[in-house]
């Protein structure tokens, strides 16, 4: 401020210098936390869940609408282990006490369909274990192999003729007018309403079900990579048509290029809606794959068997999506910036710790050294 009281209009404040990603909130607009919260909010983001289906099996007054007998008492039709309504019970005790009998006795539990975690994950290992109930049956593991099979068949000849299509349509607004209204139309079909066409036409085995994988997968990857093709930024083409690039060459030396990133990414994302047709897919024709397991086990009530198997499920698309994600890493590292992660952990686990709070105040830092009055010659 001048002497004179006038403010210094010639002054430019200097804007506040970047904060570190340590002294930042946790939950910041578009702005990643700090990499040893990463691996934390990772772990979270599957022990949360699981902590709340242990709090529902394992705290008696959380959720527990049911009895498990553990005494019959004088009541001849329960047996020890059976499941009954607590209302029922209640009114079952209420009935031997004013007849003087003895009641029953039980203790909380869930219905049969909600297994405790340890009773599923005890699953996750008998039912590779345990031989087939009946003839005939197939290991859980041949189920899986089977499942594979049919998603794997059913989006590679999805991605075959999709990405072609995808990428003309794309690059020729024409041939997507002639083309994309009648895909679009046929998206909105279910997929599983041409079951009894696919058994028709392919037979009752493996055939139909792969069909009705590419139904469900084939018409929105077109659209998606077409979508994918227009978001190429068009200076790249008017700088390959001033060097003289003509149609065949702008597709096969700019928009592939271009796009091939982000069309893998795509192809990350549709594989897993591919899996969302598996379990209506394996009931066309002869039922086989993991849903025939899955439905076995229900008919038997073997519900931590279903669990364990959906989980199967899970952890099968979970790792393909992270191989995917390793290799498109490498072959796309000017796009898909990719730390290794096993690095990144055993970085965090043998670094010195550091108090991190979640408050985005960053720990106090020691002032450096005071500079020698005596420089070094």
């Not at 493996?206 to 929105?220: H, N, S």
């Not at 099968?316 to 590292?333: E, H, K």
Request: aromatic fraction near 10%.
């Amino acid at each position: 401020m001048p002497a004179d009281g006038q403010p210094d209009r010639g002054h430019i404040p200097h804007p506040p210098p970047p904060k570190s990603p340590r002294s930042m909130p946790l939950f910041s607009v578009r702005r990643e936390p700090h990499a040893r919260l990463r691996w934390v909010l990772w772990v979270l983001a599957f022990t949360l869940p699981l902590g709340v289906w242990g709090a529902v099996s394992y705290v008696p007054w959380l959720w527990h609408p049911q009895v498990k007998v553990t005494d019959s008492g004088s009541i001849t039709w329960m047996k020890p282990g059976l499941l009954i309504d607590k209302a029922e019970f209640a009114a079952q005790v209420a009935k031997a006490a004013s007849s003087n009998a003895a009641p029953p006795k039980g203790t909380p539990a869930n219905p049969l369909y909600l297994p405790a975690p340890h009773e599923v994950g005890r699953a996750l290992y008998t039912a590779f274990t345990a031989e087939p109930r009946l003839k005939g049956d197939k290991w859980l593991h041949e189920s899986i192999v089977m499942s594979v099979k049919t998603i794997a068949c059913g989006f590679l000849l999805s991605s075959v003729f999709a990405l072609p299509i995808g990428i003309l349509c794309g690059s020729y607004p024409a041939l997507a007018r002639m083309t994309e209204p009648f895909v679009d139309f046929v998206r909105y079909m279910p997929a599983p309403a041409f079951g009894a066409l696919m058994v028709a036409i392919f037979g009752i085995h493996l055939e139909p079900k792969v069909g009705i994988v590419f139904l469900g997968t084939f018409f929105t990857q077109v659209l998606v990579t077409a979508g994918t093709v227009r978001r190429v930024d068009v200076a790249l083409l008017e700088a390959a048509q001033t060097l003289g690039a003509k149609r065949g060459r702008l597709i096969r030396r700019v928009i592939l290029p271009a796009s091939l990133p982000d069309l893998y990414n795509d192809t990350r994302i549709l594989i897993g809606c591919a899996w969302t047709y598996l379990v209506v897919a394996e009931v066309v024709g002869v039922s086989s794959g993991i849903t025939f397991f899955i439905n076995q086990q229900a008919k038997y009530r073997n519900f931590d068997n279903v669990y364990a198997a959906i989980l199967i499920i899970g952890l099968v698309g979970l790792l393909t999506d992270q191989l995917l994600s390793f290799v498109g890493a490498r072959l796309f590292g000017w796009k898909m910036t990719r730390r290794s992660r096993t690095r990144a952990f055993l970085g965090w686990l043998f670094s010195p710790r550091e108090s991190l709070s979640f408050s985005g105040k960053s720990p106090a830092k020691t002032a450096p050294p005071a500079a020698s009055a005596h420089p070094a010659p």
